[in-house]
Each structure stands twice: as structure tokens, then as C-alpha cells.
């Protein structure tokens, strides 16, 4: 148990590994030129969420001016907030013939942009695959260098591009129905758990879901949801993570612009808890998919927390007190 504790503590990090980033996408990047796609075929934006939206605006028109045509703007959590976001959203870029992607970072020290090809598969980027990097303290530097750098090396072939950013565009998670309620058939059917890449998370994630008191199984985490289906299983364990408000957005709860932060329900011990999480707070939520039907169940109350381990635990405990389970 001491170890557990231990474990608990000290590995947040070999989690987080296991869950796309923006940092874990450019870092597959080998430095090289601008690929010669962005000046002819469609780009997709995915930049920081503490971008504003004037910032945005200034950033579109830079791109203008560079002959990219950006047609698709969206938080990077947003896109990679787990494996239903990143199916979703895949889906979406190929039906709109996404070729390349820019990664517009902002930090303390600036900005930063990367630009890459788009790989057209759920992952975006290719570990090793050709990317064009620069940063500069203020915006309009970064815009002109990706203009200097994309005109010298290739002639602008884009030529009816929007003037206008596109952004909060719609594009639906959930393919079924959602429920903010649990399965009940699980009392039944079996609970396919992916596992995490990393051996030492998987470890954990075996710990936590010993108190799980229903049928389950961990499974490989690249096994396709028809493949599971054909081994037997109904359902599988689903997470989201992203800042609080794009997580609940995107697991279809009502969010408004003015809400600063959400009311979480949490079981740091065994009774229940509520958490209050800033919106831009990121959080991981746990819920149930129907594999056939694309049904998704949420649990009764919101109990998205900002460790994955936390958030499981609020999941099995909230589904055990809802069935009467020991």
C-alpha cells in the first residue's frame, strides 16, 4: 500500500505521456524547410488556449499575407483531448482535404510556429516527419518571418483565402446519444480499460481499478473499437483532457463564456467531496462509450479532476454509489 501511496505521488508524469499534446506533436518534428503544400492546399491552425481571439486575427492575417491558406482554427487541447476528440476531429480535417498543420504556441519568453504536414491518420504528425520551426518575442515578428521564410523558398499559389479567421467551428464528439447517467448493462457486459503505453502506468492504472467492482479487462490501447467488439466487449472506458470548460463543451454540457470555473464532485477519501476547478484548468474526465451505437454514458455528476488517477477513482466510486455496489 506504502508503495501505491508512493506511486500515486510520483508519476503523474509517465501519465500525462500517454495523452497527445501540442508539445508531444512537435517534438516528433526533424528540423527542415517549409513544406511546399502550404502554399498551394489548406492548413489547419492549432495554437495555445491562452490565444485571444484579436490574436487570432492577427495571426490570420500574417498567414494571408504568406500565401497559407488557414481554413480551420482550434485550441490545440481541444483536438487532442483524447482518443473520441482525436477520431472526431480526424474525421473532420480529411472530410475537409486538410494537408498541412501550423502549431502557433504562446508562452512567457513569445510566440512560436511550427509548420508541418498533416498525416491525414488520428495521431496528426509522423514521429521523424519534416517540420519548419521559428519564434520571436511579439506577434508581427512571427508572421513576418513565416512570410520572409515561405516566399523565398516557393511560389504563392493560394489565391481565395477567407479573410476572415474560422474559428468555433462545429464538429460533434459524441456520435450517439449522451447520457448523464452510467450503464447499467455493465452490471453484465464486460468493461474493455485500454491500457497506457507507458508499463509503469499501466501498473497504476491495474491498482486503481481493483476497487472497480464489476466485470472489466485492460486491453491494448491500439486494438480498433470493431476489433474489440469482435472479442466480446460492449463498451469501452473512455477519458477526455483539456482545460475544464473545452472538456465539458465537448462532452456536450452547457458551458458559458462568463463561467470561471465548474463544480466537480471528487472522493479524495470515501465520502464525496466538491471541488471548485477554474475553466482553464486542465482536468481529465472519465466516461463509458456503447461501441455499437456510439452512446456515451458520463456518470450523474460531473467529477472531472486535474489528475487522471483522481478522476478514475471519482468515476468508479460515483458509479458504485449510484448502483449500490460494495
Known amino acids: 500500500m506504502r508503495l501505491f501511496l508512493l506511486l500515486c505521488l510520483l508519476l503523474p508524469a509517465f501519465a500525462d505521456a500517454q495523452f497527445l499534446s501540442e508539445d508531444v506533436l512537435i517534438g516528433r518534428l526533424k528540423a527542415g524547410n517549409i513544406p511546399e503544400e502550404v502554399m498551394s492546399k489548406r492548413t489547419l491552425v492549432l495554437h495555445s488556449g491562452t490565444i485571444s481571439s484579436k490574436e487570432i486575427a492577427s495571426i490570420h492575417e500574417g498567414l494571408i499575407r504568406a500565401g497559407i491558406d488557414a481554413v480551420a482554427y482550434f485550441p490545440a487541447d481541444q483536438v487532442l483531448a483524447g482518443g473520441d476528440s482525436e477520431k472526431a476531429y480526424n474525421k473532420y480535417?480529411?472530410?475537409?482535404e486538410i494537408s498541412c498543420i501550423v502549431f502557433i504556441?504562446?508562452?512567457?519568453?513569445?510566440?512560436?510556429?511550427?509548420?508541418?504536414?498533416?498525416?491525414?491518420k488520428?495521431?496528426?504528425?509522423?514521429?521523424?516527419q519534416i517540420g519548419w520551426s521559428?519564434?520571436?518575442?511579439?506577434?508581427s515578428q512571427l508572421t513576418n518571418e513565416i512570410y520572409r521564410s515561405a516566399l523565398s523558398s516557393?511560389?504563392?499559389?493560394?489565391?481565395?483565402?477567407?479573410?476572415?479567421?474560422?474559428?468555433?467551428?462545429?464538429?460533434?464528439?459524441?456520435?450517439?446519444?449522451?447520457?448523464?447517467?452510467?450503464?447499467?448493462?455493465?452490471k453484465v457486459d464486460n468493461l474493455a480499460v485500454p491500457k497506457f503505453s507507458d508499463t509503469v502506468a499501466t501498473r497504476e492504472l491495474a491498482e486503481l481499478f481493483k476497487s472497480y467492482p464489476l466485470r472489466y479487462e485492460l486491453t491494448n490501447n491500439t486494438i480498433a473499437d470493431k476489433d474489440l467488439r469482435s472479442k466480446g466487449f460492449l463498451y469501452v472506458l473512455c477519458v477526455v483532457h483539456a482545460r475544464s470548460g473545452i472538456a465539458k463543451e465537448l462532452l456536450g454540457?452547457?458551458?458559458t463564456k462568463s463561467e470561471s470555473a465548474f463544480v466537480s464532485v471528487t472522493y479524495p477519501a470515501t465520502e464525496m467531496q466538491l471541488k471548485n476547478i477554474p475553466a482553464d484548468t486542465e482536468v481529465y474526465k472519465f466516461y463509458v462509450r456503447h461501441i455499437d451505437s456510439g452512446n456515451v454514458y458520463l456518470g450523474t455528476k460531473w467529477d472531472a479532476d486535474t489528475s487522471w488517477q483522481q478522476a478514475l477513482q471519482n468515476f468508479i466510486k460515483g458509479l458504485k454509489a449510484e448502483m449500490k455496489l460494495n
Open 93 to 96: 480535417l480529411n472530410r475537409r
Open 105 to 120: 504556441q504562446k508562452k512567457p519568453s513569445g510566440f512560436s510556429a511550427h509548420i508541418t504536414l498533416y498525416n491525414g
Open 122 to 128: 488520428t495521431d496528426f504528425v509522423d514521429a521523424g
Open 134 to 139: 521559428t519564434s520571436a518575442p511579439s506577434l
Open 154 to 186: 516557393y511560389q504563392k499559389k493560394n489565391l481565395l483565402i477567407n479573410e476572415v479567421p474560422e474559428t468555433d467551428l462545429p464538429v460533434r464528439v459524441i456520435e450517439g446519444t449522451r447520457s448523464e447517467t452510467f450503464a447499467y448493462d455493465l
Open 253 to 255: 454540457y452547457s458551458v
